[in-house]
Structure formats: structure tokens, C-alpha cells
T-cell receptor, first 113, second 113 residues
Framework: KQEVTQIPAALSVPEGENLVLNCSFT??????LQWFRQDPGKGLTSLLL?????REQTSGRLNASLDKSSGRSTLYIAASQPGDSATYLC????????????FGKGTRLSVIA | DAGVTQSPTHLIKTRGQQVTLRCSPK?????VSWYQQALGQGPQFIFQ???????QRGNFPDRFSGHQFPNYSSELNVNALLLGDSALYLC????????????FGSGTQLSVL
């Protein structure tokens, strides 16, 4: 059974700092791993999808890495901005295929101006 | 290109009532999944519809049922509402083949009083 854990649960950083969010999963036989952003009371916005054959994906100031052997993924945010404040969720599929996704509880990020 | 749309955005019901939530998938997508997100938690998978049939189901009671229409839109029905059903209900659409990104709607916030 897939379980996803995210550390830390909350993080507060000053504007301009680089930061890393961590995600671990128990079943490494995954097709992919996805990182999402969620603003309070809103839906999820997909940030990055890393296929099992890849080690990392980049989009602007965001970089996500995937290490299947250790069951870990990280989301790196460079030069953080107040607009980055949100909850970041990682999700891995169950071992039976691409879906359903199993989510972590998220990391609540606050970037202080 | 319209993304995933959900209606209504907010809903207030009382215990024992029934509710129907609606979702239109992203253009070109034919697979719809529903998730429940309690406050402070990651989304939990309810079920997935493809070709108008329930293809996968999470650990939710039979009070939760769904339907998919020929145009790929979907409904989530919850009967005999409980206080614990209060949550953000998220709809996600995708293509049925593996390794595809999921796109989420903005959700329906259900409050059961």
C-alpha cells in the first residue's frame, strides 16, 4: 500500500531564500510522481510531473527530483517570493498503475517579505 | 481551452440530506476522478470513471456514488450526509493511459450542519 509523507509540515522563510521541500513514498514501483500547489480553499495546480525514467524536472524557479531507489522526491524553490506562499503537495500513484494518486498532507509554505 | 470546471463552488447542507456535485473535464480528457480533502489533510481518492463506468474505487462507503455521462462530465452523489462529510471535493481529469498528468478543478466546498 502506497503511503506518502511530507516534511516539514510547515515552513516560514524570508523572501529571496532558496528552499527544499521533501516527500517520501513507500512503494517505489511508481510510474511517476507529481507536485501540486494549493492556495487556501482552492483546487490543486499541477507544478511538475516526473516520470519514473527521469531523475528531475524543471519549470522556472522550480526543480523537482526523484530517487525511486530511496523512495524520495524533493521540490527545490529558488529565490522564493511572497507569491510562493501556499501548500505544496506531492502525490504518487498506487503501485497498480497511474492512478489513483496517494497524497501527502502537504507542506504549508510562508514566504515573508 | 477550458480546464476542469466544478459546480457549485460552495454548498451548505444538513445531516441526512443528499447532495450532487458536478464536474466537466478538461477538453480532450475522458477520465474523471473524485477526491475528498478534509481540512489540513491531503486529498483522498473516492472513485474514478471511464467510459461511463466506475473503474476504481477508494475506501468510501456506498453512500458515495457517481455517474459519468456520454460527454465525459461526471456527478458525485452523497446520500445521508454526515457531519464528517464536510470537506473540499475535488474533481480531476486525465487521459486513461499511464504517465499522464492529472488536472484538478477548483473544488466544491461542502459544509454539513
Amino acid at each position: 500500500k502506497q503511503e506518502v509523507t511530507q516534511i516539514p509540515a510547515a515552513l516560514s522563510v524570508p523572501e529571496g531564500e532558496n528552499l527544499v521541500l521533501n516527500c517520501s513514498f513507500t512503494d517505489s514501483a511508481i510510474y511517476n510522481l507529481q507536485w501540486f500547489r494549493q492556495d487556501p480553499g482552492k483546487g490543486l495546480t499541477s507544478l511538475l510531473l516526473i516520470q519514473s525514467s527521469q531523475r528531475e524536472q524543471t519549470s522556472g524557479r522550480l526543480n523537482a527530483s526523484l530517487d525511486k531507489s530511496s523512495g524520495r522526491s524533493t521540490l527545490y524553490i529558488a529565490a522564493s517570493q511572497p507569491g510562493d506562499s501556499a501548500t505544496y503537495l506531492c502525490a504518487a500513484p498506487t503501485s497498480s498503475g497511474n492512478t489513483p494518486l496517494v497524497f501527502g498532507k502537504g507542506t504549508r509554505l510562508s514566504v515573508i517579505a | 481551452d477550458a480546464g476542469v470546471t466544478q459546480s457549485p463552488t460552495h454548498l451548505i447542507k444538513t445531516r441526512g440530506q443528499q447532495v450532487t456535485l458536478r464536474c466537466s473535464p478538461k477538453s480532450g480528457h475522458d477520465t474523471v476522478s473524485w477526491y475528498q480533502q478534509a481540512l489540513g489533510q491531503g486529498p483522498q481518492f473516492i472513485f474514478q470513471y471511464y467510459e461511463e463506468e466506475e473503474r476504481q474505487r477508494g475506501n468510501f462507503p456506498d453512500r458515495f456514488s457517481g455517474h459519468q455521462f456520454p460527454n465525459y462530465s461526471s456527478e458525485l452523489n452523497v446520500n445521508a450526509l454526515l457531519l464528517g462529510d464536510s470537506a473540499l471535493y475535488l474533481c480531476a481529469s486525465s487521459l486513461p493511459r499511464g504517465n499522464e498528468k492529472l488536472f484538478f478543478g477548483s473544488g466544491t466546498q461542502l459544509s454539513v450542519l
